[in-house]
Structure formats: structure tokens, C-alpha cells
């Protein structure tokens, strides 16, 4: 970078000046110096023309999308205190926690004084579904899903449930993965909007999810990522997300994602 | 009749969506995250309504909220997933197709901001975009009034001469 991070201190003044955020007295000692010295009137019009136009912005307020931020105000409602707070199974994992890491540290010493309150308060909740999905399959073993029995009358009525609540057709045929047992769906909430996570038991890959949410979001083409160890592939239609996650290695999960979104 | 405090809150989010839309557009440099973020927003305001003075400013109540939701947990997310901050090539957003049409100068302006570092584009953001004093600017970002001055100026020697800013360029798609 050539110009350093650091400004002139007479950069950072003149700068007040211009704001008008000097006081009085600095106002009046600068506008004398400025009077009596070319070099420094100078500087000040060139930092003049360093305030960006606001108007400039103005576009960006045009381009916003009013009705689905409209829609998300609609639907915003905070979580319920404490008492309720359980009744998200996301939350909580999440509380639990933080409660198991504090005990921990408390365990072997560590807190040696009260948490400050930051600490104690369970963390807001993730920042997309996505994120909460990885969080969550976080949690899981093989041992997890290897437990629950095969029961493919019970597996068709869960797909079943979940697809009636997300207005599509989920059968253990359309969300079948080559070399995965499907081992059960749950529909879970994700900010009032219905989540459904599908869960597999891949031998080489361990816990699988096919993830589905009727989140209204445009549609947008499959893409990858990277979250909290996993790799993920998802993709948007007709205001429905979808997302595959596991340690897969990419080029399968996007042969897996292709054929989910071929079928789904 | 007395409006609850969460109902007088979410009545007055919604005349500020937008505006914190753009906020989390120029923080995050991607449509998505600004969606998020607000609705994050929305929630947390939604919850600590109580905590919001009448008679003080709801917008800058709702900006600070948005901007610590941003520090706490999406930038969080994205150093967790490997991906740093959004470099110069990602925060280009206004794309120069669309800019020819509408105002060539107004897009390089949004581009020069967009290319400033984050801490100095928030600052510039509030204090020159949404109006913010110095004090309102550092108790919504958190700083010393000092930094905000400093940021400020950083910016303007940057933007009154974008040749010294090598993140500048103008991209079509």
C-alpha cells in the first residue's frame, strides 16, 4: 500500500475541521494557520475532496430488496426466555454446551473467578441455516445414527411428514444416496422457517445430511463451501435451499448434489 | 394506549430496512450476508426492545446492534470456514454493467469506498453515508473518538487521490 494506515496528525485535524467536529478554540487556532499558509490550505482541499458523495448511496437503497426484508420483519419474532428456550433443539445443543464447557474449565481449574455474564449468555443464534446445520451435524458419531434400526416403513412416514411441511415430494427413492443408508429425518425450525434434515450413515464417510428449507431465497445455482470441517454443496429453486453436508471429498459431493437436484 | 416496547421497536424497523440492508452490504460486500443480517438484526432488536430508550434514535440503536451482530458471528464464521475477509475482488459488487447505464461516477465512488479497508469504509460509511457525529460513529463501532477521527482521515487522503490505493479497479461483467 502506499499510502500508510497511519495519517498526518495534521491530516486527522484538518479533517475535524472540515466535519466541523473541532472545538471552538482548535477551530479558531487552525483557520489562522490555514490564513497564513498556502501549503496547508492546499491539504485541506485535497482531504475536501476526499468525502465521498453520499448521494452515491443513494442507488444502494433502490437495490434493496424491500419485500423480502419486509418479509423477514414480518416473520421476525425473538426466541422465548430461558424457561421456553429448550423447545429448539439447535439452541438447546447449544446451551448444553456452554454449560459443559464451563464445567470443564471450571473442572480443571480454570475459572477461578465468575464467568462474566457475556460468557454465561448462550451465543445468538447462527448466522444461516447453513451454519446451524453444520453446527448441528457437528454433534453427531457414527454411533449417533448407527443406533437408530432400519425401519423403512418408519423412514418412508418421516420423508413423507417433512415434504408435506415443505411442499414437496420426499420419498426414500428421491433422496437415496448410492452407498449411504438413510437413517432418518427430522423436521426441525430454523427461525420459523421449516427445516428438514435427512441423515445417512456413509461407512467410509461417517454422518451425512441432505438438508431442506423453504426459505423463500432466490434461486441460486449449486456452489460449495467449507463449514467447520465439512464440505457442503447447495443450491436454491423455487424458494426452496437445499443442502448437501459431510466429510466428503468435493468431487463426490458434487456428484451426490447432482443427483439430489436431479431427483428432488 | 402506549405502544409495548417491542411492538414500537418492529414498527420502527421497518422504515429502516433498507438502510440496514445497505450497511450490511457495504460491511459484508455480499447481498446474501446483508440479508442475513438483517434479519439477524430484526431478532435481536425484536428481543432486547426493552433495552431501547424512547426519545433517543432508533436507527443508530439498530445500526450498533447490526454492526456487533457482524463482528460476533458472520466474520467470526468466515475466519472459522478459512475465508478471511472479503478481499477487493469480492467486494466489487457494483458491477460495472449495470453502473454504465445508471451513473459511471456514482459507481466508482461506491467502488473507491468499497475498496478502503473495512475499518476505515464502516467509519466513512456512517459518518459521511448515514450522517453519524463522531460520537454516535465511535459508540456504534466501538472505538475511541480518536480512531474514528483517524479512520476518517486515512480515507480521505485515500479517496481525493485513488491512484495511491492499488485495490481500485474497475471491473465489468
Not at chain 1, 112 to 126: C, D, I, K, N, S
Request: proline fraction near 7%.
Amino acid at each position: 500500500m502506499s499510502t500508510p494506515e497511519t495519517p498526518l496528525p495534521i491530516d486527522v485535524e484538518l479533517t475535524g475541521y472540515l466535519d466541523g467536529e473541532l472545538d471552538a478554540d482548535a477551530r479558531h487556532a487552525l483557520e489562522a494557520r490555514l490564513a497564513a499558509d498556502a501549503s496547508l490550505r492546499a491539504r485541506r482541499d485535497r482531504l475536501a475532496a476526499g468525502r465521498p458523495d453520499a448521494a452515491a448511496f443513494d442507488r444502494l437503497l433502490d437495490d434493496a430488496p424491500h419485500d423480502r426484508l419486509a418479509a423477514l420483519l414480518a416473520a421476525a419474532e425473538p426466541r422465548p426466555q430461558p424457561a421456553r428456550r429448550t423447545a429448539n433443539p439447535l439452541l438447546a445443543i447449544a446451551a448444553a454446551l456452554v454449560l459443559i464447557v464451563a464445567g470443564v474449565a471450571a473442572g480443571f481449574g480454570i475459572a477461578r473467578f465468575a464467568l462474566p455474564p457475556e460468557v454465561q449468555v448462550v451465543h445468538g443464534p447462527p448466522a444461516s441455516w447453513r451454519e446451524a446445520v453444520a453446527e448441528y451435524l457437528a454433534l453427531y458419531t457414527d454411533e449417533t445414527l448407527a443406533i437408530i434400526p432400519d425401519d423403512p416403513d418408519l423412514r418412508r412416514t418421516e420423508l413423507a411428514a417433512a415434504g408435506e411441511r415443505l411442499a414437496i415430494a420426499l420419498t426414500p427413492d428421491s433422496v437415496a444416496l448410492p452407498g449411504m443408508t438413510l437413517k432418518r429425518t427430522e423436521l426441525l425450525d430454523f427461525r420459523g422457517l421449516p427445516l428438514a434434515q435427512i441423515a445417512y450413515l456413509s461407512p467410509e464417510a461417517g454422518p451425512v445430511a441432505f438438508c431442506i428449507i423453504a426459505n423463500g431465497k432466490p434461486d441460486a445455482p449449486l456452489a460449495f463451501e467449507e463449514r467447520d470441517g465439512f464440505n457442503v454443496g447447495f443450491w436454491t429453486v423455487g424458494g426452496i435451499g437445499y443442502m448437501v453436508i459431510g466429510k466428503i471429498p468435493q468431487p463426490r459431493l458434487e456428484m451426490l448434489a447432482t443427483s439430489l437436484e436431479s431427483r428432488v | 394506549m402506549s405502544k409495548s416496547p417491542h411492538d414500537a421497536v418492529k414498527q420502527g424497523l421497518g422504515d429502516h430496512l433498507a438502510r440496514l440492508w445497505r450497511y450490511g452490504l457495504v460491511l459484508s460486500g455480499s447481498r446474501d450476508m446483508a440479508e442475513d443480517l438483517v434479519q439477524a438484526t430484526c431478532l435481536r432488536a425484536l428481543e432486547r426492545a426493552h433495552q431501547f430508550t424512547p426519545g433517543t434514535r432508533l436507527d443508530r440503536w439498530l445500526m450498533t446492534i447490526l454492526h456487533r451482530t457482524w463482528l460476533n458471528e458472520l466474520r467470526a464464521a468466515r475466519y472459522r470456514r478459512g475465508e478471511g475477509l472479503v478481499d477487493a475482488e469480492s467486494v466489487l459488487v457494483f458491477d460495472g454493467a449495470r453502473a454504465i447505464e445508471a451513473n459511471i461516477s456514482a459507481a466508482q465512488v461506491l467502488n473507491q469506498v468499497q475498496a478502503l479497508p473495512e475499518a476505515q469504509r464502516e467509519t466513512v460509511f456512517l459518518v459521511y453515508v448515514e450522517g453519524f457525529t463522531y460520537r454516535e460513529a465511535a459508540e456504534t463501532l466501538d472505538v475511541p473518538i480518536g480512531t474514528v477521527m483517524s479512520r476518517l482521515a486515512a480515507a480521505r487522503a485515500k479517496l481525493s487521490n485513488p491512484e495511491s490505493n492499488p485495490q481500485v479497479r474497475r471491473v465489468t461483467s
